[in-house]
């Protein structure tokens, strides 16, 4: 993993917070985004701040 040479946006839940740690491990560029009271279907459950996530990722902004 730390040969990707591409961005990376790691979306999580707060409580899953430790895997975008450890992918940040590998792939120091990464970007991360923890989500709260969100479940597997994450487009559904916050769709609003994932688009908005996702638009600023894919514009080069960082997404915090």
């Excluded at 740690?21 to 609003?48: C, M, N, P, R």
Aim: hydrophobic share 40%; no cysteine.
């Amino acid at each position: 993993m730390s040969q990707v040479d591409k961005p990376v946006l790691v979306t999580v839940t707060t409580e899953n917070q430790a895997s975008a740690d450890l992918i940040k491990k590998y792939i120091l560029h990464a970007q991360t985004e923890a989500f709260e009271d969100v479940g597997h279907a994450l487009f559904v459950d916050d769709a609003s701040p994932l688009n908005a996530t996702l638009e600023k990722f894919v514009s080069g902004q960082p997404a915090h």
